[in-house]
């Protein structure tokens, strides 16, 4: 089991940036990929960034992709998103999720079906 806990959401203005943290416990963390998937309003839930068990190897989704930055951290077993130049439609809870890098391909890594461990949650909230 790997248990997930995100942190760092919460409301600001458009044009801020945020720093959201996912801390991980239980099994290795070095093992796993990391990705962050987002959920707005009445929308499901999307891709935003992956990184490899390593962190030598990055994805991000079309629409963050120059704005939103993952890294991790595997002494501190943590995995962060760097999100600047908020905008309105970056309102969502975002999620932190892990896979065993054995089990996704290079073109699965948005795939939310192939995550195992899901966090809770935390909130981003951009006005305008």
């Known amino acids: 089991q790997v248990q997930l806990v995100e942190s760092g959401g919460g409301l600001v203005q458009a044009g801020d940036s945020l720093r959201l943290s996912c801390a991980a416990s239980?099994?290795?963390?070095?093992?796993?990929?990391m990705g962050w998937f987002r959920q707005a309003p009445g929308k499901e839930r999307e891709f935003v960034a992956a990184i490899s068990s390593g962190g030598v190897r990055r994805y991000s989704a079309d629409p963050v992709r120059g704005g939103f930055t993952i890294s991790r951290d595997n002494a501190k077993n943590t995995v962060s998103l760097q999100m600047n130049n908020l905008k309105p439609d970056h309102t969502a809870i975002y999620y932190c999720?892990?896979?065993?890098?054995?089990?996704?391909?290079?073109?699965?890594?948005?795939?939310?079906?192939?995550?195992?461990?899901w966090g809770q949650g935390t909130q981003v909230t951009v006005s305008s």
């Open positions: 239980g099994r290795t963390f070095s093992a796993y990929g």
């Open positions: 999720a892990a896979v065993l890098s054995m089990k996704v391909r290079p073109t699965e890594w948005d795939q939310e079906s192939k995550y195992d461990y």
